[in-house]
Nanobody, 123 residues
């Protein structure tokens, strides 16, 4: 029932900005939060940001805090990630997922992964 679909990935110049969207269908109160994760070539999937639906509490990875902003658009049923000051280290496939287990914002506590959207930061 719960389906997540990412969109917005693109090729971006270093220093540029990009917005990603995660369209959420079938979300329930049992799914406390939606998170954004990314996976660079040859690296493990890592958390980028998450947002809770009850009170809007946000989490940002150290690498993202100050540059990325996560938000919920309830009218559109999307969770958006606005990224600024992008660098090559931000390159990777970006995924959104729903929290399925209480605990830290780590991949093993999330599920219902979307298909991912490619973000490439390169000149």
């Amino acid at each position: 029932q719960l389906t997540l679909v990412e969109s917005g990935g693109d090729l971006v110049q270093p220093g540029g900005s990009l917005g990603l969207s995660c369209r959420v269908s079938g979300f329930t109160l049992e799914n406390a939060a939606i998170g954004w994760f990314r996976q660079a070539p040859g690296k493990e999937r890592e958390a980028v940001s998450s947002i809770a639906f009850d009170d809007g509490t946000t989490y940002y990875a150290v690498s993202a805090e100050g540059r990325f902003t996560i938000s919920i658009d309830r009218a559109k049923n999307t969770v958006n990630l606005q990224m600024t000051s992008l660098g090559p280290e931000d390159t990777g496939v970006y995924y959104c997922a729903a929290q399925i287990k209480l605990g830290a914002v780590v991949p093993e506590n999330f599920g219902f992964w979307g298909q991912g959207t490619q973000v490439t930061v390169s000149s």
